[in-house]
């Protein structure tokens, strides 16, 4: 069975902490994984976390504060090392390149891999594939910073009931399904008859923003949403004058684009016991996590209750 799931490397916003480390997650989609937002430290949370180097084959980066990248030479370096021998992309603001080509070349290493940028102008369609979309919408924050999707392309869900009655079983389930018709007891059997369209699932990733309607719209029905929520309602003035989000915003956020699934994070070191965000958060939209370093959260699996794979 394939696993998509988000691997939570870091939890800090503009300051590490004792208990948590500057920006990372992983999200584990079948056999490749995307790195969004190495920070300081990604490198050696990866290994704490059980996660093969290998598996990373995209990274992207919103912006070009050093929490939200620092940990980019490291973790190129260790591809390297490793001897990595697939592609790895790396998205990112092209308004940001002079940043990227200095982390790129950080330090002296044997450069061994396949690094192919791909810095983003404008809103759309980064890179498409044959497992999901990846495209970026511009957010409310400065530097340019720019918001990911995931999106996996529709599929078809086959009714159990309809193939039975038309005698479709075993291997010809997967012929109808690659054909899209059928030949059975002398009559032509259709796709269309024997299915519904199945929604692919999606993700989402908003990081550093002043609330703002791009942000509903990168996560439109999205399974998985992982929003920044730096500062508590109580500390919205902060939110406002840095073009952050709240708790509250990250939830409103969450039910105003109808996502099911919400992951908190980025949180100010202001707050010791997140549980105020959480509380702030759940209020609004119950299906809330509140991030951890190292923690696992599952993508809910696709809405017709199928599971991925």
């Not at 998205?91 to 940043?99: I, L, M, V």
């Not at 005698?167 to 519904?196: H, Q």
């Amino acid at each position: 069975m394939s696993t998509r799931e988000l691997v939570v490397l870091g939890t800090a916003s503009q300051a590490p902490t004792r208990q948590r480390n500057h920006n990372g997650y992983l999200l584990r989609w079948d056999d490749e994984a995307i790195l969004f937002d190495p920070g300081e430290g990604t490198q050696r949370q990866l290994l704490l976390a059980g996660v093969s180097p290998w598996s990373i084959r995209k990274i992207c980066i919103t912006h070009f504060h050093g929490d939200h990248c620092l940990g980019l030479p490291g973790v190129l370096q260790r591809l390297s090392l490793d001897g990595v021998p697939h592609p790895v992309d790396v998205a990112f603001p092209e308004s940001g390149t002079p940043y990227y080509e200095r982390l790129r070349h950080a330090s002296v290493f044997h450069d061994r891999v396949d690094v192919r940028p791909c810095p983003v102008r404008s809103d759309g369609l980064v890179i498409d594939g044959p497992a999901f979309a990846l495209s970026a919408v511009r957010l409310d924050h400065d530097p340019e910073t720019f918001g990911w999707r995931i999106e996996e392309p529709p599929g078809r869900h086959m009714l159990a009931e309809r193939l039975d009655e038309a005698g479709i079983r075993g291997p010809a389930v997967g012929d109808l399904l690659r054909s899209g018709s059928l030949t059975v007891n002398g009559r032509t059997v259709e796709l269309e008859e024997m299915s519904v369209e199945r929604p692919g699932q999606r993700m989402a990733f908003v990081m550093d923003t002043g609330l703002c309607d791009a942000a509903v719209e990168l996560a439109a029905a999205a399974d998985l949403l992982v929003c920044e929520a730096t500062f508590a309602s109580a500390d919205q003035h902060l939110a406002r004058r840095y073009r952050h989000l709240t708790a509250g915003d990250a939830a409103r956020v969450a039910l105003d684009a109808g996502a099911r699934r919400l992951v908190i994070t980025h949180f100010s070191q202001r707050y010791p016991d997140v549980r105020v965000l959480l509380d702030e958060a759940s209020a609004i939209f119950p299906e809330v996590v509140a991030a951890e370093d190292l923690m696992r959260v599952a993508v809910p699996h696709r809405r017709d209750g199928t599971v991925p794979g």
